[in-house]
Each structure stands twice: as C-alpha cells, then as structure tokens.
C-alpha cells in the first residue's frame, strides 16, 4: 500500500510569536483542506519561556527575572505548564481530528502521536520509554506543585531511566490536533528554576534540587554529542516510521504566509493574549 504523504516543516529559529502563530496557521490551513497533516521542527530566538493556555502568569511567573534573562515570552494556544525552550528542539504534529485509526481520547492521540518521539529516541540510541504514571504522580499532575512543565511526567511522555525527556501539550480546534513539545538536549536547572514563583523559599529550593531526578536532557544520557540536525533526521524517521507516513517538504504560499503574519500580529506578538488573565 501507498504510504500517507505528511508534509514536513523545519522552521530553524523563529521569534515567540512568530513559532506560535504558525502552528495555529497550519492548524487553519489543514482544516479548511489547504494542506494536508504536518510534522514542524523549529527553535526559539531569543531563549523563550512559554507557558500554557491556562496558566496565571501572577501564581507562576517571576517576570522580572524574565526579562532579566533577555527571555522572551509567549502563551501557548495549548495547555500545561511552564516550558524555557533554550536548548531543545521543538516538534508539533497537525493532523485532522478524523485521522485513519486516531483515537477520540487525547490521552490515547497522546500515545499515537508521541510514538514518532518515541522511535526518534531509539532511533538515537536512546532507550525511551513511555511514561505511565502511578497514583500518587497521577494526583500531582492534578494539582501541580510548581509551574514547571519538567517537574513530573504526564501520560504517555518519554522517559529514560523514569527521567521525562520530552514535554507535550496538545489542543484541538476546527476538528485539527494540534500537539507540540519540547524535546531536550540540554537542561539548565538554575535558570529553569529561577523564572518560576513559589509558594515558599523551601518549595523552590526542592524543586531545584529534585529537577534532575525528574528530567534529563539528551547530553546527559550519551557520552557522543547529539548535535540538532542529528536529532531532526531521527525524529523525521522516527515520526515516518511510528505513523507508516511519508514526509514531503512544505513551502508556504505568499497567501498562507499573511495568514501566519495576521496571527502573530493579532495574538501572539499581543500583550492582550500573552497576560491575559
């Protein structure tokens, strides 16, 4: 049988606003039919801190360390929590809600979707694994401690060793899946840790010190260097390979690039959406 042609976006380093307001884009695109489904890579210039749909920048956020890092900053159209995209490469998947054999449960489109990380990490040589949390870490995602995306591992995201290696967050609009996250090659605890509020000195301090037992960055898990290019073709495969898909190059018209200019300019590049309350 003919394998499903995905298109494939590499982005490379994108403004905030700028990464946002085309993955809303390509969800608009795919469904009025425009494009078909889509895996992007892309990076973050400046250094970013996103944060999830939901989140309350006041019970979370130190801003003023944000901007004393240079940071930027950016609310994502998808849930969850905290994510500083430094030393990562970031993924997303835009595929139509009535995908052939997509589950109807987010968690189980989870499971679908994150095989294509999964494959991607064996495909670096890195024994990931799916996590499955228990009860006591399934009741701390449901009242979270910090808002540190890193802090724990939700349902079906990659873990090594019981390390999360990869944050997902997905929202669904227009009948289109939208599902992005981070996969990281290095991890900066103090910094992470730095641009978050606390409920006490003592919580920031244990998060700090616990971090590292509850994430790992790629550097840490093989002596070799992982450089980003590397980590595209794996996860290009990876996503090819889990999905039984083709990845073709997708250029975007004049036309759709106005649509990405118009999202950014209208949302995401807007204090109105970044602090709304």
């Known amino acids: 049988m003919t394998k499903a042609v995905w298109h494939y976006v590499d982005s490379g380093k994108c403004t905030p606003s700028f990464n946002m307001a085309l993955d809303?884009?390509?969800?608009?695109?795919?469904?009025?039919?425009?494009?078909?489904p889509v895996l992007r890579f892309y990076e973050w210039s400046p250094p970013t801190l996103s944060i999830g749909y939901?989140?309350?920048?006041?019970?979370?956020?130190?801003?003023?360390k944000v901007k004393e890092l240079g940071l930027g900053f950016v609310r994502r159209p998808t849930g969850g929590r905290g994510v500083l995209h430094e030393h990562e490469l970031t993924y997303s998947v835009i595929v139509s809600e009535q995908y052939?054999?997509?589950?109807?449960?987010?968690t189980e489109a989870y499971r679908v979707i994150s095989g294509g990380l999964l494959q991607g990490f064996r495909n670096l040589g890195l024994q990931a694994e799916f996590s499955i949390p228990?009860?006591?870490?399934?009741?701390q995602l449901r009242r979270p401690k910090s808002g540190v995306c890193f802090d724990a591992p939700s349902w079906y995201e990659l873990v090594v060793e019981?390390?999360?290696?990869?944050?997902?967050?997905?929202?669904r609009q227009k009948g289109v899946i939208l599902q992005h996250g981070a996969i990281l090659m290095s991890l900066d605890v103090d910094k992470l840790t730095s641009i978050f509020t606390y409920s006490?000195?003592?919580?920031?301090?244990?998060?700090?010190?616990?971090?590292?037992?509850?994430?790992?960055?790629?550097?840490?898990?093989?002596?070799?260097?992982i450089t980003v290019d590397e980590c595209k073709t794996a996860f290009s495969q990876g996503f090819e390979s889990a999905l039984d898909i083709s990845l073709e190059p997708l250029e975007l018209t004049e036309e759709q690039m106005n649509l990405v200019r118009r999202i950014e300019k209208e949302k995401y590049a807007n204090d109105d959406w970044n602090f709304k309350k």
């Open 24 to 36: 809303e884009a390509l969800l608009d695109l795919h469904s009025r039919g425009e494009i078909g």
């Open 54 to 64: 939901f989140q309350r920048i006041e019970k979370d956020i130190d801003m003023e």
């Open 100 to 106: 052939p054999d997509m589950p109807d449960s987010v």
């Open 134 to 139: 228990d009860e006591e870490v399934t009741d």
């Open 162 to 171: 019981g390390k999360k290696v990869a944050g997902s967050a997905q929202t």
């Open 200 to 225: 006490s000195p003592e919580l920031k301090e244990r998060v700090r010190r616990t971090l590292p037992d509850r994430a790992i960055a790629i550097d840490r898990l093989t002596d070799r260097e």
